[in-house]
Nanobody, 122 residues
């Protein structure tokens, strides 16, 4: 699976942004998809994930109620809608794919996208 993230940019605090991840290669619908992020000087961390069917999601506490993950299997694309953005959301956002929902963490990811930078100004 090849993953191509896009949609990052500069946004003011309180604003919104949507990033996308287009997949190609193996059957996209067979993979759970998610997003991680890495802020400058910090380790990569889990943000959110969605099952291959789209019927279950999980979120980091820091983004619950503000971020929404969704996927369109017909378009082989997963989306991350980010609302009420804060300066601490500034990071490179990486999309990720794995067949294993229970281990959807950094060690369990099978494929990574190249990342897209989101900068939130105060």
């Amino acid at each position: 699976v090849q993953l191509q993230a896009s949609g990052g940019g500069l946004v003011q605090a309180g604003g919104s942004l949507r990033v996308s991840c287009a997949a190609s290669g193996r059957t996209f619908s067979g993979y759970h998809m998610g997003w991680f992020r890495q802020a400058p000087g910090k380790e990569r961390e889990f943000v959110t994930a969605v099952t291959w069917s789209g019927d279950n999601t999980k979120y980091a506490d820091s983004v619950k109620g503000r971020f929404t993950i969704s996927r369109d299997n017909a378009k082989n694309t997963v989306y991350l809608q980010m609302n009420s953005l804060k300066p601490e959301d500034t990071a490179v956002y990486y999309c990720a794919a794995s067949r294993f929902w229970g281990s959807f963490d950094i060690g369990g990811i099978e494929y990574w996208g190249q990342g897209t930078l989101v900068t939130v100004s105060s």
